[in-house]
């Protein structure tokens, strides 16, 4: 993580970056720290391969990772300086837990909308309500507007915008929001290939449900010839 001032005479499609910036590992780090929280509060904290496994998921990930457990540690260790994540106590094995809303002083709902978009990529607020709904209840899809509104309102003595809303893309209904933390956004390079990066990623998350139930049937069959007294023909995966 680096801390830089936003940056001075950018162009007009270019949307300044907030004072803190994240590495591309670093968001992906803390926004499934932010999200096993919620979602799975038995598991939490997480130790450090519990949160590689997170952070290299192949569903409601985009883009999809394949990072090293050295660099998920170095991750960590970058956010703790940062006071953005912190270790857990009382726990044989190290534990790692976030603190981003407190690190970055945003209100709950607003951390809900920033970790979804660090995980997801740009989403349409209607996207972001249906997402969030194991994270937080959002009444309805104008309030999350009102929380991305502010979000991307936020003054310069507070760090900047950390949202910004996209272009409407050529198709599409709706326009997109994307989150600022990783640094400056070209809102045209967005606008222009972000139909394509949710098709493709809607893409990959069907083929890793489709190569779960694979293996799921695999282990079925494999069972029943077992019990049948069957030999099971092995298949090249």
Partial sequence: MTLTPPPFGS???????????LTPTEARVLGTLMEKARTVPDSYPLSLNSLMLGCNQKSSRDPLMNLSEAEVADAVSSLKQHQLVRESSGSRVTRFEHNFQRGLGVPEQSAV??????????????????????????????????????????SPEKGGPLVVKLAKAPGAREQRWVQLLCGPVDEAVWAAGG???????????????????????RATVNRLCAELGMETTPTAD
């Avoid at 909308?113 to 607020?125: D, E, F, H, S, V």
């Avoid at 194991?134 to 309030?143: N, T, V």
């Fill in 11 to 21: 162009a007009p499609a270019i949307t300044p970056a907030p004072t803190v910036l």
């Fill in 113 to 154: 909308l920033l970790g979804l978009l660090m995980l997801r990529g740009p989403q349409t607020a209607a996207e972001l309500r249906l997402n969030t709904e194991r994270w937080y209840k959002f009444a309805d899809i104008s309030s999350v507007e009102a929380f991305l509104e502010e979000l991307q309102d936020r």
């Fill in 195 to 217: 139909s394509a990066r949710q098709t493709e990623g809607q893409a990959l998350e069907r083929v890793a449900r489709l190569e779960a139930e694979v293996a799921e049937l």
